[in-house]
Antibody, heavy 119, light 111 residues
C-alpha cells in the first residue's frame, strides 16, 4: 500500500518561497513506472496540477505553464521523497497543496497541506 | 475556470440512481481516459474510477463510469447517505505541453 506523507509550513509571507516535502512509503521515487506530482486546490481555481518529477533512466521534470517560472520539484532518493518549491508567492497561491502519484492515473494522494500566503 | 465542465450540484434520494456528467474537448477526454474522484470535506480526493470504467479494489460496484467522445459520466446506483460528497473528473490534456486537468466538481446531496 502506497502512502504519501506531506510536511511543511502552513504560513508563508508574500514574495517568499513555499516549500513542501512528500515522503513516500510503499513505492520508490526512482520507480520506472510512476511519476510524482504536486497539485493544489482552492475555491477560486479548483484543482490545479502544478508539475511532476519522474525517473526513466534519467530524471525528468515537467511543470504547468502557469507556474513554470516559479516552480521546482526535486526528488530525494536518499530519503525516498520529493519536494515542491514555489517562489515569489502571492495571496493567490493560498491553497491546499497535495502530493500524488501517477501510475497511468493519479491514484495515491497525500493528506494535503493548507498553505496560507499572508504577512 | 476548470478545463473540464461538471454540473455544480446533483441530488437524489436513497436507493435512486444518479449520474454526473463531465464535458471536455479533443485534447483531453477525446484522446485520453477519464478518472473520477470522491472527496469529503477536509480530506484528499480518493480514486473512484480509473481508465473510464475501472474500479480500484474497495470501491463498491454501485459506482460506474463511461465515456463517449469528449464527454464522460459517473453513475451511482442504490444511492446511500454516505455517498454525499464532492465528485471530480480528471483527464490528461495534451495541450500546453501536457498537464492533468480537472472538472470543477459536483456536490452530491442525498436528500
Amino acid at each position: 500500500q502506497v502512502q504519501l506523507q506531506q510536511s511543511g509550513p502552513g504560513l508563508v509571507k508574500p514574495s517568499q518561497t513555499l516549500s513542501l516535502t512528500c515522503a513516500i512509503s510503499g513505492d520508490s521515487v526512482s520507480s520506472n513506472s510512476a511519476a510524482w506530482n504536486w497539485i493544489r486546490q482552492s475555491p477560486a481555481r479548483g484543482l490545479e496540477w502544478l508539475g511532476r518529477t519522474y525517473y526513466r533512466s534519467k530524471w525528468y521534470n515537467h511543470y504547468a505553464v502557469s507556474v513554470k517560472s516559479r516552480i521546482t520539484i526535486n526528488p530525494d532518493t536518499s530519503k525516498n521523497q520529493f519536494s515542491l518549491q514555489l517562489s515569489s508567492v502571492t495571496p493567490e497561491d493560498t491553497a491546499v497543496y497535495y502530493c500524488a502519484r501517477t501510475n497511468g492515473y493519479l491514484d495515491y494522494w497525500g493528506q494535503g497541506t493548507l498553505v496560507t500566503v499572508s504577512s | 475556470q476548470s478545463v473540464l465542465t461538471q454540473p455544480p450540484s446533483a441530488s437524489g434520494t436513497p436507493g435512486q440512481r444518479v449520474t454526473i456528467s463531465c464535458s471536455g474537448s479533443s485534447s483531453n477526454i477525446g484522446t485520453n481516459t477519464v478518472n473520477w474522484y470522491q472527496q469529503f470535506p477536509g480530506t484528499a480526493p480518493r480514486l473512484l474510477i480509473y481508465n473510464n470504467n475501472h474500479r480500484p479494489s474497495g470501491v463498491p460496484d454501485r459506482f460506474s463510469g463511461s465515456k463517449s467522445g469528449t464527454s464522460a459520466s459517473l453513475a451511482i446506483s442504490g444511492l446511500q447517505s454516505e455517498d454525499e460528497a464532492d465528485y471530480y473528473c480528471a483527464a490528461w490534456d495534451d495541450s500546453l505541453n501536457g498537464r492533468w486537468v480537472f472538472g470543477g466538481g459536483t456536490k452530491l446531496t442525498v436528500l
